[in-house]
């Protein structure tokens, strides 16, 4: 099982790679270099998440639908060779943009549209793959070791770009963005190689029950305390993850950052997150989740405040300091509020509230970043200072954090705690992976 559970990595990893480039890289060239609209950068790169619904229908089709007996590899390679298409041709869509706004946005909506929709086939055909043959005692390990495999290659990814990128060329970028998406590709097949067993056509059936967003939105909202719940996710998760369009683009414009610079951001604030997991491992059974969980949520609003006070004071010192402080606390609020998460997971229904989980993972992400990039348009456009718009968005992230705070001690989980199920530190690791 270690080769198979190596192999699924491997395929976690070629996909994570081809959304680093765009979320660490492009989208700093197109607002920065290029002054293309924070507002449509982020619906660009938002793409992924705009079509997260469709995951339930392509899981539901791969079920009933398996090409020469494999029910998933074929929707993991075809999901991958659109994100690697999508990667490749980014930055010449970019450009495009810049060129001929008209042409280069049917042309961004393909490349970005393609990008997002191969995100979504391939996730979902792998993730499921990893859950059939890992069985339900070994799910947990797989999916964690995806994990580990994926978060190092983010890192990994980024220092890599920095270093393609330097210095900073059109013709450099488009180079590193090719031998990225060549790199993801050629793991991906490696990862693919002999993975699957085939199927019997006769034996073909449904191995999870696919829920409806309209039954998932029930779970949430006939439930008071659920509802109050993804309330406290949506603005505690549009407020961590809609800064990634916009933290590379602020490096530049407040410090004259490279693209070099920039990219590097990425990996640091990997590694945090990283460290606060493992954290938050040594903590599990120690402190309360709640007590753990504010400590990340204050912990990434502490973040905002210092990078908005960096742009202030035009300190690189405390700029870094910043980002160490959101990574840390992303880190540590991610794992405890998948452990509340589970709190608030009726038995029985353990699919349709973790589907409903993962819907508002997506839409907080959407969410967020179309915010941060409509509120920094518009705030540039007002005061004629780009550097405002950035910290503006930055400060609102921190109240939105603030709110959740608030939210969260008035959330009583004790009235499901009979029936939940609590996970094992593995299986939390594997829902962030998810």
Not at 46 to 67: E, K, M
Not at 80 to 108: E, K, R, T, Y
Not at 396 to 420: G, P
Request: proline share 3%; glycine share 10%; aromatic share 8%.
């Amino acid at each position: 099982m270690l080769r198979k559970r190596l192999q699924l990595g491997l395929i976690h990893v070629a996909v994570a790679m081809t959304l680093v480039p765009i979320n660490s890289t492009l989208n700093r060239v197109m607002i920065k270099e290029l002054a293309i609209s924070a507002t449509l950068v982020a619906l660009l790169a938002s793409l992924p998440y705009l079509f997260s619904p469709i995951q339930v229908a392509i899981g539901s089709y791969s079920d009933r639908h398996p090409v020469f007996g494999l029910r998933r590899t074929p929707y993991i390679l075809v999901g991958l060779i659109l994100c690697v298409v999508g990667v490749v041709v980014s930055p010449q869509v970019a450009f495009l943009i810049s060129d001929n706004f008209g042409l280069g946005i049917l042309a961004g909506i393909g490349a970005f549209g393609a990008w997002g929709m191969g995100y979504n086939l391939s996730s979902v055909s792998y993730l499921s793959l990893a859950s059939e043959l890992s069985g339900e005692d070994g799910r947990g390990k797989t999916i964690a070791t995806m994990w580990f495999m994926m978060i190092v290659s983010i890192i990994g990814t980024a220092i890599g770009i920095s270093r393609m990128v330097d210095p900073y060329t059109p013709e450099a970028m488009m180079r590193a963005f090719g031998i990225v998406g060549a790199s993801a590709l050629i793991l991906g097949l490696l990862g693919l190689i002999r993975l699957e067993p085939r199927t019997k056509a006769d034996s073909v059936q449904s191995h999870a029950e696919a829920y409806t967003i309209k039954q998932m939105m029930s779970a949430i909202l006939d439930n008071p305390i659920a509802k109050l719940f993804f309330i406290y996710l949506l603005l505690l998760l549009a407020a961590l993850l809609g800064q990634d369009v916009l933290l590379e683009p602020f490096a530049a414009e407040a410090f004259g950052m490279t693209v070099t610079e920039t990219t590097r951001i990425t990996s640091l604030w990997g590694t945090f997150v990283l460290v606060a997991i493992i954290i938050a491992g040594a903590l599990e059974g120690r402190l309360h989740k709640r007590i753990v969980a504010q400590a990340g949520n204050l912990g990434a609003l502490a973040g905002f405040v210092v990078i908005v006070l960096s742009g202030f004071f035009h300190s690189l010192g405390i700029f870094y300091t910043g980002v160490t402080l959101l990574g840390i606390g992303t880190g540590l609020s991610t794992v405890a509020n998948l452990s509340l998460m589970f709190d608030l997971t009726v038995a029985g229904n353990v699919g349709l509230y973790i589907g409903a989980w993962g819907f508002s993972n997506a839409m907080s992400r959407l969410t967020g970043s179309l915010l941060g990039g409509m509120v920094r348009d518009g705030v540039t456009q007002a005061t004629g200072q780009a550097l405002s718009g950035y910290m503006v968005v930055f400060g609102i992230e921190a109240l939105m954090l603030a709110a959740a705070a608030m939210i969260l001690a008035r959330i009583d989980v004790s009235a499901f705690r009979q029936k939940a199920i609590e996970p094992s530190f593995a299986e939390k690791i594997a829902l962030v992976a998810e």
